[in-house]
């Protein structure tokens, strides 16, 4: 697959992140060729940690088993510490291109462009270790298990913030199918909180053609999902935003019997904490009272995965500044008010211990994330380089 590039997207790309793209590239189409997934990433763990060394970076490997952060000084003295966050993992999907660089594990497969976010900091650390004209600490993080398993939450548990205090964390993650280069984002929350539930609908098998001897789960369970529509229809404020779906429906095995039970699984998602504990609340009294009214009983697991992802105000307005330096002052080059994506990132754990911003790079047209089709774009690796050097640059001034 071929990726649009734009010749004059530029004007504050770096010129030795541009005349370096290729050598990117190369990075980037190794770490393709190796997916790992959640807390697997050790050839991917290795090939970073001996990037970083040759920057002559010191590096602190094993949080959250494969994570690695490496620390680097600036040349001007004191000043505030930073975080930069890039993820390692890969998805349980089997490759369906043909590209030389494809996947070498059948079954895995860099989908969602992780390594393209790690080589981007990859070559902003290789960039500001040659030159480190800032005042104040830059910490590199390469974070495991951003998909499904929550590798973010498990390196804070384990003293990311405690080990490496700063005052400010970033995120950036590419989003195909908008204009290349644009920077996209919003203050507040930008991803949603995700759970999931399962509910054992339990009633009592009988003979299909005598149900008034038996309790019908499978009737109970139609009235429950069709009831649990209308938490988001009805309890939930109009001007709030939630989801409530039920994907899997389990139960019966043949024509004429009604079986014991029946096993629904589904997701929900939400952007305050304030919906995400009425939607749990309500969730449990329709499935309860639906339940009580058939005679049937419900067993209910309802888990809280990844909370909302909310961009703290004044970072934003960091983190943009810096998109506008890098996309250049063009109309749609940042755009500030994304709409919020119902989808899940767990960059929010380290956005609910410490103040940062995150921040979409489009990457233009082609395969969507989570594709067996996808491929980062490798044009954007020096856009998204120049992002992270113009940050640090800028939020790390040395004093006058
Ligand atoms: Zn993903
Ligand atoms: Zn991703």
Known sequence: MQHETDDDIAPGILPALAQAAEEFTSWRRTLHAMPETAFEEQRTSAYVAARLASFGLPIHRGLAGTGLVATLQGARGAGPAIGLRADM???????????PWRSDTPGKMHACGHDGHMTMLLAAARHLSADPDFAGTVHFIFQPAEENEGGARVMVEQGLFDLFPMQAVYGLHNWPNAPFGTFLGRPGPMFAAFDIFEVKVIGRGAHAAMPQRGIDPVLTASLVVAQLQSIVARAVSPQEAAVVTVTQIHGGDT????????VLRGTARTFTKEVRDLVEQRFRAVVEGVCAAQGARAEIRYERRYPALVNHGAEFAHALDAARLTAGAGAGAVVADFEPIMAAEDFAYMLEKA?????????G???????????????LLPVGASYWVNLVHSLLRPAA
């Not at 024509?255 to 029946?262: F, K, L, S, T």
């Open 89 to 99: 993992d890969a998805l349980d999907i089997h490759e369906a291109t043909n590209l």
């Open 255 to 262: 024509w004429n019997v009604i079986p014991d039970e029946v």
């Open 355 to 363: 103040p940062g911003a995150y921040l979409c790079l489009a990457s």
């Open 365 to 379: 047209p082609g395969a969507n994330l989570h594709n067996a089709h996808y491929d980062f774009n490798d044009a």
